[in-house]
């Protein structure tokens, strides 16, 4: 099989620390985040990848490479002018029409079992599987409807916040007749993971911009085409913005024990403090400063005596318009 990972997006909710590189290229736990990706298609034996390019495409070049060191074969995809999660599939249509592909975010990290949903969508026969999960903390994500068969039958606007607590715990992926719209019910929302047949590029508009749950699913079940569920419980972390990054960050640095993640040629001074922050590279952090839950980008200096927390922290001369947050010295400081 072949694999598509989509890398394209502008990273608006992650600015400022895509000022400078694609949402995919961004560390994470100081690997670019595409990395983790990569590896997921290869541990499943999708080792002919393509991934698609526009903005920043240079700073996926560099962190990929042409696949090898990741037992790989990477085809690059550059957009002109920027596709869509349906159109991106559009101009490498020819490189798709000899079996089924999965096509992947490429800003998760996830242990989801891939061959699972590649079984579900084989066995019904499906033109589209979509790896779906519980949306339990009602996340500002797309509620996916389903009937008794896990078809898809609509995608519909975002879930009402709701506490926690108030929320049925009941695992509805064990219980098929389960409706999303039951309110004692999680709903269901999309992993960005999902596998295709070829078939699926007949309702791919051509030559233009498209997105997969607007312009292609939709045609497709119209057609009275298969679009399945597939309901995954695996761990699943997107990091579409700021507060995602950095809390995803925070829990996996917990996990192994880590206060303070540095990338290479940091230096934190004597009587710095830094606790649960995230630095990239050559990051220093001078004596009597105080750094707390923040991510501080390449190169970012933090003058002596400066108090940073729960922001992220760019140099000024990489930024070329203040979008949000304020410039310091030579930073911007964004809040989280």
């Not at 009941?170 to 929302?189: C, D, G, I, L």
């Not at 990239?280 to 105080?290: I, S």
Request: proline fraction near 4%.
């Amino acid at each position: 099989m072949k694999g598509i990972i989509l890398a394209a997006g502008f990273g608006t909710r992650l600015w400022p620390l895509t000022e400078d590189r694609t949402k995919p290229a961004i560390p994470f736990l100081n690997r670019p985040l595409i990395a983790y990706t990569v590896e997921y298609l290869a541990s499943y034996g999708i080792r002919d990848i393509i991934v698609n390019l526009h903005h920043q495409p240079d700073s996926i070049r560099r962190a990929l490479g042409d696949g090898s060191r990741f037992g790989v074969s990477i085809h690059y995809s550059y957009e002109e002018e920027i596709l869509g999660t349906s159109g991106a599939l559009d101009p490498v249509r020819d490189l798709l029409a000899d079996g089924d592909f999965i096509v992947i975010n490429g800003k998760i990290v996830t242990n989801i079992d891939l061959n699972e949903a590649i079984s579900a969508h084989r066995d019904n026969n499906a033109i589209a599987t979509l790896v779906l999960r519980e949306n339990v903390a009602r996340e500002h994500f797309s509620i996916v409807e389903i009937d008794y068969s896990r078809r898809i039958t609509r995608f519909a606007g975002f879930p009402e916040p709701v506490a926690t607590e108030a929320l049925s715990v009941e695992a509805s992926a064990n219980n098929p007749s389960t409706s999303v719209t039951r309110a004692e019910s999680a709903p269901f929302m999309f992993t960005g993971i999902q596998v295709l047949s070829p078939r699926i590029l007949d309702y791919v508009p051509r030559t233009c911009f498209s997105h997969s749950t607007i312009h292609v699913y939709p045609r497709a079940m119209e057609a009275s085409e298969m679009v399945l569920a597939h309901i995954s419980a695996g761990d699943w972390y997107e990091m579409s913005t700021l507060d995602r990054y950095v809390e995803a960050s925070l829990l996996f640095m917990r996990q192994n024990g880590i206060s303070v993640l540095r990338g290479e040629k940091c230096e934190i001074e004597d009587g710095a403090i830094v606790e649960a922050s995230v630095l990239w590279d050559g990051v220093k952090v001078e004596r009597g400063a105080r750094v707390l839950k923040s991510v501080l980008a390449d190169n970012v200096r933090i003058p002596a005596g400066a108090v940073i927390e729960k922001s992220v922290v760019v140099r000024r001369d990489i930024v070329d318009e203040v979008e949000r947050g304020e410039v310091v010295g030579e930073n911007v400081i964004v809040p989280w």
